[in-house]
């Protein structure tokens, strides 16, 4: 399986504590993957990497099939190549509609001018109506985004992130803060998105990472422990000892 | 869902006929066209204030809008001022010139006639050689182009090298009072060619035209009026479709923006220079009516009370900068031209010259505490304008977001 995000041998030091040490990674065209880790583990350091928003001290992040060098890219263009992010809290724009909100997301010309002499089309609607109602908000589609609930704004985000059409999709924690019936939706929307992209979703929740069932990384100071199903995984002394066990 | 571009925003037709409704009466009221009921200094001083109203529209596109709290843009309304000024000081210079030479025995060459120009000019700053920035001063359309391109080119390269290296929140504002600043300590050398801290005078003279000021000043008007409803329907029309939706994002979370796939630094540079040329335009039409321009008008305090006009009028809603601009400057008239009566405290008496600036500030401080939405708010009640409850947190964690107080009704 030919890979689309490799991330080979990254280090981060912030003030002199290394985040991320010598840190490999890899992910194929269309696979669900968790990340776990006890926290300062470096989880969204490593998002912040693949996005654009820290550069490593060394290393490399290569992406697609032209192998282009992620490093060299700002976060705006990152995005539009193909990588989709979800921060850990729901971040919508709290004061538009959820219509607006997911217009903004659509996959379209992204430049100033384009943007300004643009109407959204019949498709354009019609995608959005069916992102609604794919993340369950279709009767919320002209309600300001503020309004609505915690686990509406995650699924929100969620839905914007499908807007972008993204090939990989971060996504930190996004089970936290919701109900059990929420989480069981937000499950089935990374498994049902994961069939035709890869995603990638860090998270501290044992139950919520059992329930997608995929391989799982774990990160420990900044490096690889271990990785594989999450059985595997567990049994594995070294996590036990350092996350599992406390 | 889908509606068109006026119905989503009512507050276009409603702005513009009682834009109309203004400007007609003005005129029924004037002394060239109607009653004489209204003074043409007072004309005039309507005129100014739409002018400054459509650059509290640019002030609120800028800072209500993109979050980008600018106070330089008064620089950018002075260089308007400065590069209309430069043509009528030449144009009315050269047809006194030419009369006075018309008697001489021998016609005048070109360049006497350029020559005696140059010392009726510059002779206040003890020079009579044209600088070169006057180069296209002679030409009405390269210095009415020159309006538009010298804020314009000012802006872009400054917005540029600023949100390049992602300046933001209070750090930008000082970045401006800076720009502004500097031009106008720059303007007042008389090196700069433009007259020192003389400035440019006698702006209010129309070349080539006879008539007279009472007819002039409800030109002025209209063409002020005019301006201002296209620059309220361009306004409008750039903050309602995804564009909108995009800049109101940079204002309250621009992170997200940028992970979105935006290049926030390239959205806030159109906008940065847009309102920048928009501000040179209102510029060029308020100073005419002036009738001078100085460097002091390009003071960094200018464009803090545009920031003022602003909040008070209510930032994010267009109608409610156009109000703060119009009620504080007409208010902020009548009270510094000594019109208002002193009050008479016995041990103390209020002259309203001296005390206006600290009840400004005052009102300043009471609508940012207790009605951060200002006077556009007072829509609100009538409208219903519908806002989320965020039980005291911000729509955004950037600097520049709306405060909940500012959405909800």
């Known amino acids: 399986m030919s890979s689309l995000l490799e991330v080979s041998g990254i280090s981060v030091t912030f003030d002199g504590y290394r985040a991320i040490r010598n840190l490999s990674f890899s992910i194929g065209e269309a696979e669900l993957r968790a990340i776990i880790g006890p926290n300062g583990a470096g989880k969204t350091t490593f998002m912040d990497i693949v996005t654009g928003k820290t550069k490593p001290d060394e290393g490399k992040v290569i992406w697609g099939e032209k192998s282009t060098n992620l490093l060299r890219l700002n976060e705006a263009r990152i995005a539009q190549i193909g990588i989709g992010r979800k921060f850990q809290r729901p971040t919508v724009f709290e004061d538009q509609t959820v219509q607006a909100n997911l217009m903004m997301a659509l996959r379209n010309k992204r430049a100033p001018f384009p943007v300004l002499f643009w109407r959204p089309s019949f498709e354009d609607h019609s995608r959005v109506e069916e992102l609604a109602s794919e993340i369950g908000l279709a009767d919320e589609l002209s309600r300001k985004s503020g309004e609505l609930s915690h686990g509406q704004k995650q699924w929100l985000e969620i839905g914007m992130l499908l807007a972008q059409e993204p090939r990989l999709l971060l996504v930190d924690e996004p089970a936290a803060g919701m109900t059990l019936a929420e989480r069981e939706h937000t499950t089935d929307l990374l498994k049902e998105a994961a069939k035709t992209r890869a995603v990638v979703v860090v998270e501290h929740d044992m139950e919520f990472v059992r329930r997608l069932e995929c391989k799982v990384t774990v990160l420990h100071e900044g490096s690889v422990l271990a990785e594989g199903s999450l059985d595997h995984v567990t049994a594995n002394p070294q996590v036990i000892e350092v996350y599992l066990g406390r | ?409």
């Open chain 2, 1 to 409: 869902m889908r509606q068109s571009f006026i119905l989503r925003n009512p507050s276009i037709l409603i702005f513009l006929a009682c834009l109309a409704a203004f400007t007609v009466i003005v005129t029924l009221l004037s002394h060239a066209y109607g009653t004489a009921f209204i003074s043409t200094s007072f004309v005039k001083t309507l005129g100014k204030t739409l002018c400054l109203c459509l650059v509290a529209i640019a002030m609120d596109l800028v800072w209500g809008y993109c979050g980008i709290l600018s106070l330089g843009h008064f620089a950018f309304f002075g260089l308007g001022g400065y590069m209309v000024g430069m043509w009528l000081m030449y144009a009315r210079t050269e047809l006194i010139v030419a009369g006075s030479m018309a008697n001489a025995a021998i016609p005048p060459t070109p360049q006497e006639v350029r020559d005696a120009i140059g010392t009726q000019i510059f002779g206040v700053v003890g020079s009579s050689e044209f600088p070169p920035i006057w180069m296209f001063a002679h030409s009405f359309w390269a210095q009415m182009a020159l309006v538009v391109l010298i804020p314009g080119a000012l802006a872009l390269v400054f917005g540029w090298l600023a949100f390049r290296s992602r300046v933001t929140g209070v750090y930008l504002s000082i970045l401006t009072q800076a720009m502004t600043l500097a031009l106008s300590l720059y303007l007042f050398q008389n090196e700069s060619g433009l007259r020192g801290n003389n400035g440019l005078s006698g702006l209010q003279n129309l070349p080539g035209v006879s008539a007279s000021q009472d007819y002039i000043s409800v030109w002025f008007l209209w063409a002020s009026a005019v301006a201002l409803g296209l620059g309220y329907v361009l306004a409008a029309w750039v903050v309602s479709g995804k564009f909108g939706s995009v800049v109101r994002g940079i204002r309250d979370d621009e992170a997200r923006v940028r992970f979105l796939g935006y290049s926030v630094e390239g959205y806030k540079l159109f906008v940065f220079t847009l309102t920048a040329i928009i501000a040179g335009i209102a510029g060029a039409l308020y100073y005419p009516q002036a009738g001078i321009i100085n460097p002091g008008e390009v003071a960094p305090i200018a464009s803090i009370y545009l920031a003022v006009w602003v909040a008070i009028g209510g930032r994010g809603r267009l109608y409610g900068a156009v109000i703060g601009a119009a009620l504080v400057s007409l208010v902020s008239t009548w009270f510094t031209g000594g019109q208002v009566p002193s009050v008479n405290l016995g041990f103390y008496r209020i002259d309203w010259v001296d005390w206006w600036l600290v009840l400004l500030g005052l009102t300043f401080v009471l609508v940012t505490l207790f009605a951060p939405k200002g006077i556009g708010g007072l829509f609100d009640l009538v409208t219903e304008r519908f806002a989320p409850n965020r039980h005291g947190a911000n729509y955004g964690p950037d600097q520049g977001s709306l405060l909940e107080k500012e959405g909800r009704k």
